[in-house]
Structures are given as structure tokens and as C-alpha cells.
């Protein structure tokens, strides 16, 4: 078997293991065995990371060569597709792309994992002492990069494989912290009659809340908090707001039930239409979206949040910000700031509002927790930070980037950019950790990752591996 097509074999047994963040033993497990099979030095921790450690391939290759990547995938679903979650992804393909039937592919990070199962495997790579890294929880706030202890390591030149842009050699990205706000929902029932109209959101394409941050893509939960805002003239109440979703994906599904009066529905119908029309012509050029209403019988008695709830619920909802609050001045394009409003979820009488923050300024980053957190005083019970994650700052000398991107261009006679991404990389854990390391983020194409549209280019692929393998044998020498 060629060695790419071992890589491809070995994407396709990562992706039909389940491996949501959180949920990573298997696949934990998987790769282990794999590894002591081949005899290779195998180091697991109490979270499911790992670190294996392969010697090298030539003699006298100088110190060690450190590979890593994360084991965990975001794991989101059409909400018309019947995919089970524990059968793992089937990778389906076309000329140009490998992707998945209405989920998630996961080649974010899944593409990582196969490119280093591949090189475990190998018998004729020439590479220097290698220490490959995987670690876990990396898609909700770098958790695994925090955790593991990396005191071992013998390597300084570190390879992250996390990066979505071939040709694009990272070398700074943004620290992020995630925030719940909680509501302990107080319900009572109506005395008259209503008719239950749930209304759902289609046809929003999601995305990367970092990547893709500033595309101009509709968030579900910012646009249900805009809908209720222009609802509010009208007697409606409701419950079962509902937004499932990812801190770290724009959210692209979002419902809600209405509990109209009789002789308010046409009118109720009508201001939804409007409010309809509003939301697709702001997004003629970015997105799409559409509501469907589902109209019930009318009921007697119906449970809907208090008013006080009702409030407090829009009224956070339009004041959160969203989106990108800031551009760099150091780096042209870059995206300095922004937020996302992730999911919106009941459990337990609870409703929760799951956030991420993201900036390359720490100090940016802690302004808009203070915002969010005077939001939260006035119109939600309890508020929550955490997985507060380092940026990673730029290296003005960096002999790994340079020999790296001169490799790129001699392969393929196309030219290498230095980048800096909107997005955390737990490259800033690996150089809090170690200073003086000097650190590189590779990858091949991806696109419409965390979505249901993700996918990954067969060319690019193949390329990066070829280039993966050269740049190991070079750091030999």
C-alpha cells in the first residue's frame, strides 16, 4: 500500500470512532495499542492523552522533532439527519474532496492523527527522535494542552499539525476563555386558551466561530434574541427556547414555541414573515435563512416561561455582542477580537448560554468578559468563566519557520506565508510551557470546519504528506 493511501486508510479508522470532545478514550485507546504493537514507547495520562516516542530513522539526527495534535473532533449533525452518533462518520469522497453524509467530517483534527499513525508505521521515513503528542478536550478551550505535562520532552522544535490553510505557516493565534450564562427558569400556566407556534430556524450554514467570525454569517441565538425583541409589542409568551450547538461553532439551528392568542395568530404570522424578511435581506450576500412554523392544536393551561424570564431572555440576547469587535493594526486582515454566542440549551430547569471569547489581546479579551459580565447582573442568575487558554505570540527568529518555508517553496514552487490565525492553537500552551521552544502550524485545506459542510481537499492532503515526510527528513540532517 502506497503511503498515502495508508494516511487516508488510517483517517478513515480514526473517523468511525466516536470521538466528540469529552469522549475520547477510544480513540485514546486505539492509538495506544497501535503504537505498543509497534513496539514504541507509549505514555498515556489519567485524561487520555498521550505521548509516543519513536526513534530515529538515521544516526546522528540531533535533537528530537515534536509532533502533535488533538484527538477530539466537533461532532454536529443536520437536524434532519438520522445519523446515529456512536456508529462514527463514514468519510465519503469525490474527485476533489473527502467529507461527510449531513455530520461533521472531523478532519479537524482527524487529518493530524493519520499523517503521525502513518509515520508510526513506517519503516523507511527518515526522520530525527520523534515525540508525538495527542491530546484531548483541545475543541472546548484547549483542555488536554492545559492539562498534560510535557516536562518530559526532550524536543525544542515543535510541529503543531492543527492549522486549515496549505501554505500558511502559522506562527501566533488568539487566546480564548468561555463563558455560561444560566437562567433558573420560573414557569406558570395560562389560564386562556392559546395555540402552541414553534418557530425554527433553517438553513443557516454555521461555521468556525473563529475562522469564520467575520464572514458575516447569521448566529441562530443572536437572531432568536432579535426575533423575540420584535415580538414583544405583541401578547406572545413562550418556552422551549432551544439553540443546540458548540462554543466553537457558529450557531446555525435555533426554535422557540410561541403560545399566541386565538385571534393574534394571523397577526403573530404576519410579524414573523416580516421579521423573516428582514433577517434574509441582511443576509443576502453571506447566509440564508428561513423559518419554519409549526402550528398545534390550541391548549388550556400552557406552561410558559414567566414574564419576568421572558424579559430578562431577550434582553441579554440583544445586548451581547457578537462578531468581530476589533481588528489588528499589527497584521493586515487579522481579526484581533471577537465573540460567539455557541448554544442555548434546557437541562434540569436550567436554561444555559454557552460563549466564547477569542483576541490576540489579552487585555481585549478580559474587556469584553466585563461586559459581558454587567449583562449577566442585570438579566440572568448566574454566570460562569472558564477555560481561560494563552495566546501565542509571534517569534521574530524562528529557524524551524524558516527552514520550513523555504522547504514549501523549493517542493512546490508556490510561495509561503507567514499567518497569524483568529482561532486558539495550543501552540500558546506549548510555549507558556516551554519557553524557547520555537513552534510551526501546518496543515493542509480544509474548509467549513465544525459545520456539516466540512471537507478536506484529496490534493492538498496528499501534498502536505509529502511535505510532512520531507521536512521530517530534513530536520535529520
Not at 437572531?223 to 450547538?245: F, N, T
Amino acid at each position: 500500500m502506497a503511503q498515502i493511501e495508508k494516511v487516508i486508510s488510517y483517517f478513515k479508522k480514526i473517523c468511525s470512532i466516536p470521538r466528540a470532545s469529552e469522549d475520547e478514550k477510544a480513540v485514546s485507546e486505539y492509538i495506544a495499542g497501535f503504537a505498543r504493537e509497534r513496539g514504541l514507547s507509549v505514555t498515556r495520562d489519567q485524561d487520555y492523552n498521550l505521548i509516543i516516542r519513536k526513534p530515529a530513522t538515521v544516526p546522528d539526527a540531533g535533537e528530537p522533532v515534536i509532533l502533535q495534535g488533538h484527538l477530539d473532533m466537533v461532532y454536529v449533525k443536520e437536524s434532519s439527519s438520522g445519523h446515529i452518533y456512536e456508529d462514527g462518520i463514514e468519510v465519503k469522497e469525490n474527485e476533489e474532496y473527502y467529507f461527510a453524509d449531513g455530520t461533521s467530517l472531523g478532519a479537524d483534527n482527524g487529518i493530524a492523527i493519520a499523517y503521525c499513525l502513518a509515520i508510526l508505521d513506517s519503516d523507511d521515513l527518515e526522520h530525527p527522535d520523534l515525540e508525538i503528542v495527542f491530546t484531548v478536550k483541545e475543541e472546548v478551550g484547549l483542555v488536554g494542552a492545559d492539562m498534560i505535562d510535557i516536562a518530559s520532552l526532550k524536543g525544542t522544535r515543535f510541529i503543531n499539525l492543527d492549522s486549515e490553510e496549505e501554505g500558511d505557516f502559522y506562527t501566533s493565534c488568539a487566546g480564548g476563555l468561555r463563558c455560561r450564562m444560566i437562567w433558573n427558569i420560573e414557569t406558570e400556566c395560562l389560564e386562556d386558551e392559546r395555540i402552541p407556534l414553534k418557530v425554527i430556524f433553517r438553513g443557516l450554514a454555521g461555521g468556525h466561530s473563529g475562522i469564520n467570525i467575520g464572514m458575516g454569517l447569521g448566529n441562530a441565538i443572536v437572531l432568536l434574541g432579535r426575533l423575540l425583541w420584535l415580538l414583544k409589542e405583541l401578547p406572545v409568551r413562550i418556552s422551549a427556547l432551544d439553540a443546540p450547538g458548540k462554543a466553537n461553532a457558529i450557531a446555525n439551528h435555533a426554535s422557540v414555541c410561541l403560545y399566541v392568542k386565538p385571534k393574534e395568530l394571523e397577526a403573530v404570522k404576519i410579524k414573523l414573515r416580516e421579521i423573516e424578511k428582514i433577517f434574509q435581506e441582511e443576509l443576502q450576500y453571506t447566509d440564508s435563512v428561513h423559518f419554519e412554523l409549526l402550528e398545534e392544536k390550541a391548549t388550556v393551561g400552557a406552561k410558559v416561561y414567566t414574564e419576568k424570564y421572558q424579559t430578562d431572555l431577550y434582553n441579554a440576547l440583544m445586548l451581547l455582542p457578537y462578531g468581530v469587535s476589533g481588528y489588528s493594526f499589527a497584521i493586515e486582515g487579522l481579526i484581533e477580537t471577537s465573540m460567539n454566542l455557541g448554544s442555548l440549551t434546557f437541562k434540569d430547569g436550567k436554561l444555559t448560554l454557552l460563549m466564547s471569547v477569542r483576541s490576540s489581546v489579552a487585555s481585549q479579551k478580559y474587556m469584553l468578559r466585563d461586559k459581558i459580565q454587567i449583562i449577566a447582573d442585570d438579566y440572568c442568575d448566574n454566570c460562569i468563566f472558564e477555560s481561560d487558554y494563552p495566546g501565542w505570540q509571534y517569534r521574530k527568529e524562528s529557524p524551524l519557520r524558516d527552514t520550513a518555508m523555504v522547504l514549501y517553496e523549493k517542493l512546490f514552487q508556490k510561495k509561503a506565508e507567514v499567518a497569524a490565525i483568529h482561532a486558539g492553537l495550543e501552540c500558546g500552551y506549548w510555549d507558556a510551557k516551554k519557553p524557547g521552544m520555537d513552534i510551526i502550524s501546518i496543515g493542509p485545506d480544509l474548509f467549513d470546519v465544525h459545520s456539516v459542510n466540512e471537507k478536506v481537499s484529496k490534493e492538498s492532503v496528499s501534498r502536505m504528506w509529502v511535505y510532512l515526510t520531507e521536512l521530517l527528513k530534513t530536520l535529520s540532517k
